[in-house]
């Protein structure tokens, strides 16, 4: 089944009701909304020659034209490879060649950054601007009548997660993926209905544009905030406005909307759920945002390869009080999935009883097909159908799953991960760095800072201007370290390897 199928299906039973909605104004109605779906998904294949199974990359910032375009893509039967929009134009263009999507949707910032890289060299692939009167007049033409026939299993959604030991991989999510993991949301996150409001103040190409497709098939309201991203007072102030507000939130953006909401002496009214996960929550800051705001949140726990669906803290068990074991259970990310199966396993892939730390393994309908073009990461990483995560953890009788550590490098810097490789290999290419080591520190805004390690050539002298601009030329903004701290050496054990633990214990970091 095309995920596409549910859009058609919403614009015959709700074709007048409000979809896509930019702050309060209703930019289409379901009907219109499939028919421009179906329109750019003509456009595709007619102009572009893209066909059933081929990539078509997103490179965009939030947009209603961001789900037009989505929807556009499976409605054709292509398969959608979102890119965050704050990456490097660099790091963009390496996903749409990993990808081989030789189209590329962009808009703005991100089709002048690819537009110039592009000009000066043999072009990987082609650029598609919705701020075009070519993508107005695509969107307004003869459409395909009903989305692409796909199975279940059939490629819908390559979304790119990095680890620390090279370049990001393609998770591939299929049609039967995407359907599991929306089902998910309804047994296990929240309730969804016709009325309510989708806000996505967090990035269409992670955790928040997931969240749509299950809105979809209710009819709900799809908005996208006039500033585009996340803004607390603009989200407060649509909640009010708007009512029956839902939103995806990573933990640090959670913080700075209850900052915000005690300055302004408001409570969130409007907002119905705030979704968080995507980083650690503390557990000083859900009770302080439940003080402030009340019970409207609900947790949840997953990765790029089991998408929004591992565990999940409800609403119920975030107010169980009562509970003898409640502040327990608050600190922890919930309970398995309805469509998923949770284990702790040891370094041998003994399967641990509870209250034992070890590797989180999931299993079920919601996780990846595997990497893309990636045969032994993938192997690496389903073993028997189930995933290994690379998170540390521990499983309470009843099931709840706590957070103990992560055995991947990767920091969680508001709510983003950042691969200390790419941060390292990028500053590696400076003649004045000999040696670095990056590592994330805990931030109270932040969850964790980018801190970089560096040792210098000889006879350089220290200069965080110069290797800040670097880092800008290659890497995007937000991974670049805002710290550098100069060493005569890196700690190293016997075989030559970067002791990444004592660095951090540097800093008291326990990670």
Not at 131 to 137: L, N, T, V
Not at 349 to 366: H, Q
Not at 437 to 458: K, Q, R
Request: aromatic content about 8%; overall charge negative; glycine content about 10%.
């Amino acid at each position: 089944m095309n995920i596409a199928e549910w859009l058609a299906a919403s614009a015959r039973l709700y074709p007048q009701s409000p979809a896509l909605m930019t702050g309060e104004a209703v930019d289409a109605d379901y009907a219109e909304f499939a028919r421009r779906a179906s329109a750019i998904a003509a456009h595709l294949r007619d102009a572009h020659g893209i066909m059933p199974g081929d990539r078509v990359a997103l490179f965009m910032s939030n947009a209603t034209s961001y789900l037009e375009c989505a929807y556009g893509i499976w409605w054709a039967g292509a398969v959608a490879v979102p890119i965050n929009a704050k990456l490097h134009a660099r790091e963009a263009l390496w996903i749409v060649e990993n990808s081989g999507a030789n189209l590329t949707i962009v808009a703005g910032e991100t089709k002048d950054a690819l537009s110039e890289i592009l000009s000066s060299g043999n072009p990987v692939t082609r650029l598609f601007d919705v701020e075009s009167d070519g993508y107005i007049k695509a969107r307004a033409g003869a459409g395909m009548p009903q989305p692409f026939s796909r199975g279940i299993d059939d490629l819908a959604w390559l979304f790119y997660t990095s680890g620390t030991t090279g370049r990001p991989k393609g998770v591939m999510l299929s049609h039967g993926n995407l359907i599991a993991a929306s089902l998910c949301y309804l047994s296990d996150v929240d309730s969804v209905f016709a009325h309510d409001h989708a806000l996505y103040a967090a990035p269409l190409s992670h955790g928040a544009g997931l969240y749509n497709f299950i809105h979809v098939r209710a009819g709900s309201r799809h908005v996208v905030p006039e500033s585009g991203g996340f803004d607390p007072a603009e989200v407060l102030t649509l909640g009010k406005q708007l009512g029956n507000v839902s939103m995806f939130a990573a933990p640090t953006m959670v913080k700075r909307l209850v900052e915000v909401a005690k300055a302004k002496g408001a409570n969130g009214d409007g907002i119905r759920t705030i979704v968080y996960g995507g980083g650690p929550m503390y557990l000083a800051d859900i009770r302080e945002a439940m003080a402030v705001m009340g019970p409207r949140f609900v947790q949840i726990y997953g990765q790029g390869e089991s998408p929004m669906t591992i565990t999940a803290l409800s609403r119920h068990w975030h107010q169980q009080t009562s509970h003898p074991r409640y502040l327990e259970r608050l600190a922890s990310v919930g309970a398995a999935h309805s469509a998923i199966e949770v284990r702790i396993t040891d370094a041998d892939g003994k399967v641990l009883p509870p209250g034992e730390n070890g590797e989180i393994e999931a299993r079920g309908t919601p996780v990846m097909l595997g990497y893309w073009n990636n045969p032994e990461a993938t192997a690496n990483t389903l073993k028997d159908g189930w995933l290994r995560t690379g998170d540390v953890g521990r499983l309470d009788a009843d099931g709840f799953l706590t957070l103990s550590d992560r055995s991947k490098d990767v920091i969680i810097s508001g709510g983003t991960n950042i691969y200390p490789r790419e941060v390292e290999e990028a500053l590696l290419t400076h003649d004045a760095v000999r040696e670095v080591s990056v590592i994330g520190v805990a931030d109270p805004e932040w969850g964790e800072n980018v801190v970089a390690c560096v040792v210098l050539a000889d006879g350089v002298t220290p200069d965080d201007t110069m290797l800040d601009a670097h880092c800008l030329a290659s890497i995007a903004r937000f991974k670049r370290p805002k710290q550098y701290v100069y060493l005569a050496s890196l700690p190293k054990n016997n075989y030559g390897k970067v002791l990444k633990t004592e660095l951090r214990q540097m800093f008291g970091a326990k990670k």
